[in-house]
């Protein structure tokens, strides 16, 4: 993180420099305008639907019904972005953008439900809850076309064009799963993860205005929305391995066949919408030439 930010330092100094040296130099006047853009800002996040899985049996000595839901929440990155446009006298032009999204924090809980009725103990009712943790990761090229008003402190713009999304998420926590055991009812803490790749091609819409403090140096300010399909994920349980044993007796178990267990348990619980669209409102400078 501090890499980045003395890289951002450093290229905006840099910029400074040349915006300025290139308003003392006397050229002849250009069909058209580089202009140059660093911003820093925040988006305001993608969002994510929960996942549910409900089931109902018994034996002949109990019932149960079980239900679980694994709820994720997501922070707001902050995004540090880039550009470079080339627009003609007109204000009409053509843009690169670069949009660099800091890591997404999964977080939340993932809550389990075992209750019913059993012949020898009577009613029971357990309830387990468990962290999620994950990243979200997200990085956006776009190219655009831009118009721009052309005054001599106030410029305003509009900008919209296609954008490639590359991106990934990452998360992991743990469900619940019942099972007999020596004719009691118990559950096993099984660890369930999602690694999904989220790139694709997709739009984005922004508009904003600069403030010129000389002929080549500006303040800018500006808001995007970039649009991405929604993908529908599954998460993906684990049984191999010794599991820790929850409910009536304690200690840890092992699953023969596990891919049976976790075919079972992955259709059980219902698959989860992400939504990687996303607003981004930001600030920087623009360098002219």
């Known amino acids: 993180m501090k890499r980045v930010f003395k890289l951002v330092g450093i290229v905006t100094l840099i910029l ?11 050229r002849p006047t250009k069909p058209f305008k580089i202009e140059l853009g660093i911003n820093f800002g925040s988006t ?5 639907t929960d996942s549910t899985y409900v089931d109902s049996w018994g034996t002949s000595w109990y019932d149960v019904d079980e239900s679980g839901t694994i709820s994720p ?12 446009s080339l627009i003609t006298n007109m204000g009409i032009g053509v843009q690169f953008a670069l949009d660099y999204n800091f890591n997404s924090d999964v977080t939340g809980t993932s809550s389990y439900s075992g209750a019913g009725y059993d012949w020898w103990i009577g009613s029971f009712d357990y ?13 956006v090229l776009s190219l655009d076309f831009i118009y721009k008003y052309y005054s001599d402190m106030f410029c305003p713009w509009f900008a919209a064009g296609g954008s490639y999304f590359s991106g990934n998420l990452e ?12 004719s009691y009812f118990n559950y096993a803490k099984i660890a369930a ?14 508009a904003g205005f600069d403030i010129h403090f000389s002929p080549n140096i500006a303040f800018t300010l500006e808001g995007r ?15 191999s391995g010794q599991h820790e044993m929850l409910g009536y007796f304690s200690g840890t178990v092992s699953f023969s066949s ?28 623009k360098f002219s030439f």
């Open 16 to 26: 400074c420099f040349s915006g300025l040296l290139s308003a003392q130099i006397q």
């Open 225 to 239: 929305y970039f649009i991405l399909k929604k993908y529908e994920f599954n998460w993906m349980t684990d049984f």
């Open 258 to 285: 596990p891919s049976a267990y976790e075919d079972y348990l992955d259709e059980l619980i219902e698959s989860f919408e992400f939504n990687p669209s996303f607003p981004k409102i930001a600030a920087g400078f």
């Open 73 to 84: 929440e997501l922070s707001n990155p902050l995004s540090l972005g880039g550009n470079i």
């Open 127 to 139: 309830n387990s809850e468990w962290d999620i943790t994950g990243t979200v990761k997200m990085m």
């Open 44 to 48: 305001l996040g993608y969002n994510i």
């Open 193 to 206: 993860d999602i690694n999904e790749d989220m790139s694709g091609i997709g739009f984005n819409v922004g």
């Open 171 to 182: 998360a992991s926590t743990n469900v619940g799963f019942g099972f007999d055991y020596w």
